[in-house]
């Protein structure tokens, strides 16, 4: 794959909006992309337990509606929907929190698939404080992550170079580009939502210092 940083984060749409969700207002963290292939071998890498180690991470637990999964060494959660090959939602359980992911699947042209994915979290004290130091690409750029890993893997089959050793890789190279550009790209989507600029770009650099190993505040803009 060539490597351009700007061309990889600019094929994500991201967005942050607010909404009522069970019953209670949640901030929500959208992100969407089109992949050139048709909606069942979108769905299959999603859903697959050996497809999903490939682009994602180890998974184990119970996989079908209503149980629970296990990512190895992240969260966990209970599958709370599954319209195949349409939308998947589960819960996001990590660190005694909880929050929500929705993926939705839509045909496009000849081919070609949307995915559209949200991370929906109540709005708490302690979220909005997490909120308030590292904005939406605290969650986004680990999901434009993830995003990008699909995308090396319904073009080649195999595990994406980005999805073996994420954490070191962030540090170096290309892959310190690529944080940064995502980071400062969720600052953006920040600032439409109606953040204060200077304050989602701040957020934005402290996020890049977490995901690039680089000290608080070093996160370049390009």
């Not at 595990?159 to 953006?188: F, I, M």
Request: glycine share 12%.
């Amino acid at each position: 794959m060539t490597f351009d940083a700007h061309r990889l984060v600019g094929a994500v749409r991201r967005k942050v909006e607010s909404r009522e969700w069970k019953g209670k207002t949640a901030r929500v963290v959208i992100a969407d992309r089109t992949y050139p292939t048709d909606v069942d071998d979108v769905w299959d890498a999603l859903t697959n337990p050996e497809r999903i180690p490939r682009w994602f991470m180890p998974i184990s637990g119970d996989l079908r509606l209503g149980g629970r999964y296990q990512l190895q060494g992240n969260a966990g959660g209970v599958i709370e929907d599954c319209d195949a090959p349409r939308r998947l939602a589960v819960t996001w359980e990590m660190r005694g929190q909880t929050s929500w992911v929705i993926v939705v699947l839509t045909a496009e042209g000849e081919g070609e698939t949307r995915l559209r994915l949200e991370h929906i979290a109540h709005e708490d004290e302690q979220f909005l404080g997490f909120w308030d130091q590292f904005g939406p690409g605290a969650v986004g750029v680990g999901w434009d992550l993830s995003l990008l890993g699909l995308a090396e893997h319904l073009e080649t089959g195999g595990a994406p170079a980005t999805a073996r050793d994420a954490a070191v890789w962030l540090t170096q190279g290309d892959g310190k580009t690529l944080g940064a550009a995502a980071s400062n790209a969720w600052a953006e989507a920040a600032i439409a939502f109606g953040t204060d600029p200077e304050a989602a770009r701040a957020a934005a650099d402290r996020t890049t210092a977490f995901y690039t190993g680089g000290g608080e505040g070093q996160g370049k803009r390009d």
